[in-house]
C-alpha cells in the first residue's frame, strides 16, 4: 500500500487571494515532496500565482516561499519537487495564492484549483510491483516473437 496523496488545498474554487490551512508533515518531514497544482477551470486568462510556504511551529512561515509555481493562466496540471532533506526545522507546510487580473479584462478572475504533495517515489512503487509481477509470470508472446529477452 503506498501512501494517498495529502491535500494543501482541496479542490476548490477562488476569486482573491487567498491562504490555505495549515498542514503538519508527519511521515513526510525532511523527505523529497512531489507537490502538484491541479487547475481544473480559469475565467478568462488571469494569472494564478501559487507558492508554499513552511513552518516549524506551524505559526511563524517566515518572510520567503519554499517554492513558487510559475504563474498559470491555463487548466493543468503541474508539479515540482520540494527538498526537505536539509529542512528538518519544518513541520508544517501550507499553500498562499494570488490572482493576478488579466488587464484588458472585464471579467471577474476565478480559478477551481487543488494543491496536493506526496513522498517522491510513491507512485513509482506500483510500476515496480507490475514489473516484478510480469518478470514472475514469463515475457509477453510479442516480446518473444521479435527476439527480446524476458
Do not use: C
Given at each position: 500500500?503506498?501512501?494517498?496523496?495529502?491535500?494543501?488545498?482541496?479542490?476548490?474554487v477562488?476569486?482573491?487571494?487567498?491562504?490555505?490551512?495549515?498542514?503538519?508533515?508527519?511521515?513526510?518531514?525532511?523527505k523529497l515532496?512531489?507537490?502538484?497544482?491541479?487547475?481544473d477551470?480559469v475565467?478568462?486568462?488571469h494569472?494564478?500565482?501559487v507558492?508554499?510556504?513552511?513552518?516549524?511551529?506551524?505559526?511563524?512561515?517566515?518572510?520567503s516561499?519554499?517554492?513558487?509555481?510559475?504563474?498559470?493562466?491555463?487548466?493543468?496540471?503541474?508539479?515540482?519537487l520540494?527538498?526537505?532533506?536539509?529542512?528538518?526545522?519544518?513541520?508544517?507546510?501550507?499553500v498562499q495564492?494570488?490572482?493576478e487580473?488579466?488587464?484588458?479584462?472585464?471579467?471577474?478572475?476565478?480559478?477551481?484549483?487543488?494543491?496536493?504533495f506526496?513522498?517522491?517515489?510513491?507512485?513509482?512503487g506500483?510500476?515496480?510491483?507490475?514489473?516484478?509481477?510480469?518478470?514472475a509470470?514469463?515475457?509477453p508472446?510479442?516480446?518473444?516473437?521479435?527476439?527480446?529477452?524476458?
Amino acid at each position: 500500500m503506498h501512501p494517498e496523496p495529502r491535500y494543501l488545498l482541496p479542490n476548490s474554487v477562488h476569486e482573491i487571494d487567498g491562504i490555505g490551512p495549515t498542514v503538519a508533515l508527519g511521515q513526510e518531514r525532511g523527505k523529497l515532496l512531489v507537490v502538484t497544482l491541479g487547475i481544473d477551470e480559469v475565467v478568462n486568462r488571469h494569472l494564478l500565482l501559487v507558492s508554499l510556504w513552511g513552518s516549524p511551529d506551524g505559526a511563524e512561515f517566515g518572510d520567503s516561499p519554499l517554492t513558487i509555481f510559475r504563474p498559470r493562466q491555463y487548466t493543468g496540471m503541474h508539479s515540482t519537487l520540494l527538498n526537505l532533506a536539509g529542512r528538518s526545522d519544518l513541520n508544517f507546510l501550507r499553500v498562499q495564492w494570488q490572482i493576478e487580473r488579466h488587464r484588458k479584462s472585464n471579467h471577474e478572475p476565478m480559478f477551481h484549483f487543488r494543491v496536493f504533495f506526496q513522498q517522491s517515489g510513491a507512485r513509482l512503487g506500483s510500476a515496480v510491483s507490475m514489473r516484478s509481477f510480469t518478470q514472475a509470470m514469463g515475457a509477453p508472446k510479442w516480446s518473444q516473437s521479435r527476439g527480446h529477452a524476458a
